[in-house]
């Protein structure tokens, strides 16, 4: 039989929204303190089984609300997305933490422990899994990603992909207000507490493990990002910004870069070869990458990343196929590149990062290393390099990223930032060492099974709360 909730004062509910939305406001963002993900959810779960039904799913809707308030300036001001869909993007944060938080507590009056614990992580992963399914922002925002400065937890991408990290994120606040409620069965208290520890400490072990194993060879890479707003390439002020970038590429080749990389449309161009760029490449025996819009009269206007090769006749590109709605106007590309020659290495733009079919197309194609020019909101620059990074760790490829007001990273396929310089309203340039590994990831190559595993386990969590319970003998 069920256990009737306690009865707490509304000073209690008040306490429980306003340390959950607290803790929620500085674990998610731009800039998030990663190791606050994991405490968020746990005053309004706490709180949950102690209330009515109505005032637990109003505490997790107003606790993720509030606490969601932190992106308004930088979704509304700095990216420029009108006040309606600013709101509508928080306000679904709140039902789905207000959708866990009512699972988990009609599972835990009735007994279920380890089915309410077990819910909590995988409604919320369900959710977030079905929002990159329909979002033009696909992955945007994933708690998965307050993660990415704890390198071992975020190991386990390579095996369950970006939602591994998001169910263990909210599997450990869930089994701990599990235990502060006595009225569930202590055997199921005990069982859910014990998944939890032994997820972690598995997850840690892997983690440390898989951060062990060294590189099997190097490569030296130079990134490059320039103020100032796009050029034509044969107007004067064009002319003036390519030499700029010469003089910086060839500083980075004289601390040893072999390939050289600067951001996304840094350039307007006819033809995907800039000749400053192709003598540079020759000189210098340098590879030469660089973000372009391409546009001439016979063919579609692009956002196009060319790479010239020394002694190659002509450039290998890639165009953009993830747009920027609203603010692109491009015609996406449908093809992705690969660079002849070792390591092997192939190209992506800024927003396809976003994506996991990128990372699942480079995958297939035993990638080592992605050349990736982006261009960010200044105020977005760690986020959105590390969502690039994560698709690294999730498929098993190293990473070079350079972005116009953003950061400049170098990252292997563990995603540890080897090297790392803000862009954001600023020139930057730097060099370094990327390591690179031969690596085949379970996710590279099995996709999103570990979703449809928790879409089964949601649903049989689904079946307890609605089923009635077999009376005992």
Aim: aromatic share 8%; hydrophobic share 50%.
């Amino acid at each position: 039989m069920a256990s009737k909730p306690d009865t707490v004062g509304w000073p209690v509910g008040v306490a429980a929204t306003a340390l959950a939305a607290l803790a929620w406001w500085f674990a998610s963002g731009v800039e998030p303190q990663w190791w606050l993900a994991w405490l968020a959810p746990l005053p309004v779960l706490w709180l949950a089984p102690r209330v009515g039904a109505r005032w637990a799913a109003l505490v997790g809707f107003a606790a993720y609300a509030a606490g969601g308030l932190n992106v308004w300036s930088y979704l509304h001001a700095a990216v420029g997305l009108p006040t309606l869909p600013v709101i509508g993007f928080i306000l679904v944060g709140g039902v789905m933490l207000a959708l866990c938080v009512l699972l988990y507590r009609h599972l835990l009056l009735r007994g279920r422990a380890v089915a309410a614990v077990l819910s909590v992580p995988a409604l919320w992963v369900a959710c977030e899994y079905v929002i990159s399914l329909l979002s033009p922002h696909s992955t945007f925002f994933n708690i998965g990603y307050t993660q990415s400065d704890a390198l071992p937890v975020i190991q386990i991408a390579a095996v369950t992909g970006l939602w591994g990290i998001g169910f263990l994120v909210l599997l450990v606040p869930a089994a701990i207000a599990a235990q502060t409620w006595s009225p569930a069965p202590r055997r199921g208290r005990v069982i859910a507490g014990a998944l939890a520890a032994l997820a972690v400490v598995a997850t840690v072990v892997y983690g440390g493990w898989r951060l062990q194993e060294p590189a099997t060879s190097s490569l030296r890479i130079g990134l490059a990002s320039l103020l100032g707003p796009m050029r034509s390439a044969d107007s004067a002020e064009g002319q003036a910004l390519q030499s700029r970038y010469a003089d910086a590429m060839g500083r980075l080749a004289d601390a040893g870069a072999k390939i050289v990389l600067i951001p996304e449309t840094s350039f307007g161009a006819q033809d995907p070869t800039i000749p400053t760029f192709k003598q540079l490449a020759g000189q210098r025996g340098l590879i030469v990458a660089s973000g372009i819009d391409f546009k001439n009269a016979a063919q579609p206007e692009r956002n196009m990343l060319s790479v010239i090769q020394p002694g190659a006749q002509s450039p290998a590109t890639y165009n953009k196929h993830h747009l920027l709605l609203g603010l692109e106007h491009y015609t996406p590309g449908d093809t992705y590149t690969m660079l002849d020659g070792s390591p092997r290495t192939g190209l992506a733009i800024c927003k396809d990062m976003d994506f996991h079919d990128t990372g699942h197309a480079y995958a297939s194609r035993h990638t080592q290393l992605l050349l990736v020019p982006a261009s960010d909101f200044n105020v977005d620059g760690w986020l959105h390099s590390r969502m690039a990074i994560m698709r690294g760790v999730e498929s098993g490829f190293a990473i070079a990223r350079a972005a116009r007001g953003g950061r400049l990273t170098l990252s292997d396929d563990r995603g540890r930032v080897v090297a790392e310089a803000s862009s954001e309203h600023r020139d930057a340039e730097l060099v370094g060492d990327l390591p690179l590994h031969d690596t085949s990831t379970l996710y590279g190559r099995w996709g999103d099974w570990f979703v449809y595993l928790v879409l089964a386990g949601l649903a049989a969590c689904l079946a307890m709360a609605v089923l009635p319970r077999r009376a005992r003998r």
